[in-house]
């Protein structure tokens, strides 16, 4: 009978150890739930957060390559520009020259005459 009763008594104390167990392993469900939503949240919002700054940096770079086009048409312009200048000096020149070596013929044969 003692046997009994203690094999009773261990049979209680495994069952209660038992329940005890499946209590802890449902609260461990229940908390794998919720990390699991809390991730499957944080990684949407990350999703997101990576798509606007996906989205911010793609505005950026054609801002940048609008401002860099621009650029090199107004260099361009300058350097037409420059061009123009640097033709037109050219011309100013020959005809100065002209003119002054004309000028000093005149001057050489007013001398001489």
Do not use: M
């Amino acid at each position: 009978a003692a046997a009994a009763a203690a094999s009773d008594q261990t049979v209680r104390a495994l069952e209660a150890g038992n329940r005890n167990l499946e209590g802890l392993l449902c609260e461990l469900g229940v908390r794998a739930a919720e990390l699991r939503g809390i991730c499957g949240a944080a990684q949407r919002e990350g999703g997101r957060e990576a798509q606007a700054l996906k989205v911010e940096a793609g505005l950026e770079i054609e801002l940048a390559s609008e401002r860099v086009a621009s650029g090199e048409t107004e260099i361009a312009r300058c350097e037409q520009g420059h061009d123009d200048l640097q033709r037109r000096l050219a011309r100013e020149d020959a005809a100065l020259r002209t003119e002054l070596r004309q000028a000093e013929d005149l001057s050489c044969r007013e001398t001489v005459a």
